[in-house]
C-alpha cells in the first residue's frame, strides 16, 4: 500500500512522504520511539499554499511502510503559536516525548518563539496525542543582538547536557546560529552564538548571499567531529550548506563551533529545510522538496510539497559528505530488475531504483520530449564529474535551464525515481534533488551509451506488509 492516496497527477510521488492532499514543507522532529520512526512536518490542511502551518505526523517501523496519524499540532486561538506552528524538533524529556518548535502570534514581527508541547501518551507507540505548553519557554531573541530572524530550534546532548540551537539573522545581514543551554527543557538560558557568517571557513564554503540560516541540524560522527548542517535563506529559500568540524567547550557554559571544512548539502534546485535524527549507528536525513511548477497547475494538482527518502549522512576522512540511501529503501524494489549488466535499453516505470557503473565516459537518457529534447545525466571519470541536464523539463521558466555539474568521483551514480521526485546520489559522496514532469507526450526511456557501463534498475513497487 502507497503512502499517499493514489492520485490522477503523473507528478505525484507514492513511496515518499507526504500527506494524501494540501501542503508540506519542512520535514520536523524525526524520532525513533518504542521501535517506530516518526516524523513530522508542516502541513496547512485546508489548501495546496504555505499558509495556516501545522504540524502533520507519520510514522514507520521500517522507513517504508509509513502510516498517517491525526495533526499533532494544531495553533492554539490567542496562544503564542496562533500564527503557526512552525519548524522545530522533537526530543525525549525523561520519558516524554516532547515537541520543541518554534511559535508565531498573531502580533508577531516575523520573530518567533520556542514552544513546547508534549505527548499526551507516551506509552503508546503512535504518539497520536499532543499537548501544546500554555507558555513559551523562550519568548524571542537575546536582547543585544540585534537580530531580526530568529526560529526553527534543534536540540541535542553534548558533554552530558542537553543544548539548542536556534536560527538566526542579524539587521546588518549576518547569518548566525544561537546556542541556549536547555538541560531543564523547561529553563532555557542563552550561551553565546554559536557560529556567525562572519567565520572564514562558513563565509568561504557558505558564500555570502544568506542574511539568515534557518533549520540548523547539528550530528557527530563516529569518528568524534560535528557536522552542522544549514538552510541558507537569502529573503527566501536559497540553497543547503554543512559544515564539518569540531564542538569545543569554551568556559564552563558555552560551546563554540570550530569548522574546517563544508560543502554544498544538496546540489539540486529543489531541496531545503533537511532534518536530522542520530541513531546510534547512523544519522539519518530527510529534506522537502518544493513544487518546480505554476501554483496553477498545483492548484488542480490539490498537492503541494513531499519529503526526499531517508537518507544516510556521515563524512569522510577528508571532510566532505557521506551520503548513501537508507538501505531500507531496498525493500521497495521489485522481485526482478527490468535492465541489468549491459542493457543499453529499457522502458522506465514512473517510479523506479536505477544504478549506473563505468570506468569510462556515458551518457544515461532518462526522458524525452516530441521535440527531441533529453533529460541526461553524463558520467565522467576522467574529469570526475557528473553533469545533469535537464533540457527543457522545468518548463514552468522561459530559459533552459542550465546543467548542472557535481565535481565528485563519478564511477557510479544511484537514480531514485518516484513521480515527479529526482534524486541522484553520486557515489556516496554527493546528492542532488530536483522536480522533473513527465508530460502525456514524453517518452520515458532508458538508453545507455558507453562502452564500460552497466545498469541495474528495480521499479519501485508498493511493499509488502511486514
Given amino acids: 500500500m502507497s503512502l499517499a492516496a493514489r492520485s490522477t497527477d503523473p507528478g505525484a510521488p507514492h513511496f515518499r512522504v507526504r500527506p494524501p492532499a494540501n ?35 507519520v510514522s514507520s517501523p521500517d522507513l517504508v511502510h509509513w502510516e498517517h496519524h491525526p495533526i499533532a499540532l494544531t495553533p492554539t486561538p490567542g496562544g503564542p503559536d496562533e500564527a503557526g506552528c512552525w519548524s522545530g524538533c522533537v526530543v525525549d524529556d525523561d520519558g516524554v516525548p516532547t515537541a520543541v518548535y518554534t511559535g508565531v502570534d498573531r502580533h508577531h514581527t516575523g520573530l518567533g518563539s520556542i514552544c513546547l508541547a508534549r505527548a499526551l501518551m507516551p506509552r503508546d507507540e503512535t504518539l497520536t496525542d499532543w499537548r501544546p505548553l500554555p507558555t513559551p519557554v523562550v519568548t524571542g531573541p537575546p536582547a543585544g543582538l540585534d537580530v531580526v530572524m530568529f526560529r526553527d530550534p534543534y536540540v541535542f546532548r553534548s558533554g552530558g ?56 541540524q547539528l550530528f557527530e560522527t563516529a569518528g568524534g567531529e560535528w557536522v552542522l548542517v544549514l538552510s541558507l535563506w537569502d529573503g527566501n529559500p536559497c540553497a543547503t550548506g554543512y559544515l564539518t568540524g569540531h564542538l569545543r567547550p569554551e568556559g564552563e557554559s558555552e560551546l563554540r563551533f570550530e569548522p574546517r571544512t563544508g560543502g554544498r548539502l544538496d ?13 546510534p549507528d547512523r544519522t539519518l536525513l530527510w529534506g522537502w522538496s518544493w513544487e518546480a511548477r505554476e501554483q496553477e497547475e498545483v492548484d488542480r494538482a490539490g498537492w503541494a510539497g513531499v519529503l526526499t527518502a531517508p537518507r544516510v549522512v556521515d563524512v569522510h576522512p577528508d571532510g566532505s559528505l557521506r551520503v548513501v540511501p537508507a538501505r531500507e529503501l531496498e525493500l521497495l524494489r521489485a522481485a526482478e530488475p527490468f535492465a541489468t549488466g549491459r542493457a543499453r535499453r529499457a522502458a522506465l516505470p514512473e517510479a523506479y531504483d536505477l544504478t549506473v557503473t563505468t570506468a569510462g565516459r556515458t551518457t544515461v537518457s532518462l526522458l524525452r520530449t516530441a521535440s527531441g529534447a533529453e533529460l541526461t545525466v553524463l558520467l565522467d571519470p576522467d574529469e570526475g564529474t557528473v553533469t545533469l541536464d535537464r533540457g527543457d523539463w522545468r518548463r514552468t521558466r522561459p530559459e533552459r535551464p542550465a546543467p548542472i555539474v557535481v565535481r565528485a568521483p563519478a564511477g557510479e551514480v544511484r537514480i531514485l525515481v518516484d513521480g515527479s521526485l529526482f534524486e541522484l546520489f553520486v557515489g556516496d559522496r554527493a546528492m542532488l534533488t530536483e522536480r522533473i514532469y513527465r508530460r502525456p507526450d514524453d517518452v520515458a526511456e532508458l538508453v545507455v551509451t558507453g562502452a564500460a557501463a552497466t545498469v541495474t534498475g528495480w521499479e519501485l513497487v508498493p511493499p509488502t506488509p511486514g
Avoid: M
Avoid at 40 to 53: G, R, S, T
Avoid at 182 to 196: E, N, Y
Avoid at 267 to 279: I, K, M, S, W
Fill in 267 to 279: 546540489h539540486g534546485r529543489d531541496f531545503y529545510a533537511p532534518a536530522v535524527l542520530q541513531e
Fill in 23 to 57: 501542503w508540506i514543507n519542512d520535514p520536523n522532529g524525526p524520532f525513533r520511539w518504542r521501535g517506530r520512526h516518526h516524523l513530522f512536518y508542516q502541513h496547512n490542511p485546508d489548501a495546496p499554499v504555505h499558509e495556516n502551518v501545522h504540524w502533520g505526523h
Fill in 161 to 216: 547536557r542537553r543544548w539548542a540551537l536556534v536560527g538566526a539573522g542579524h539587521a546588518d545581514g549576518t547569518p548566525s546560529v544561537l546556542l541556549y543551554d536547555c538541560d531543564d527543557l523547561a529553563d532555557w538560558r542563552f550561551a553565546g552564538v554559536l557560529l556567525d557568517g562572519d567565520d572564514p571557513v562558513a563565509a568561504e564554503v557558505l558564500g555570502d548571499k544568506a542574511v539568515g540560516w534557518e533549520c540548523p
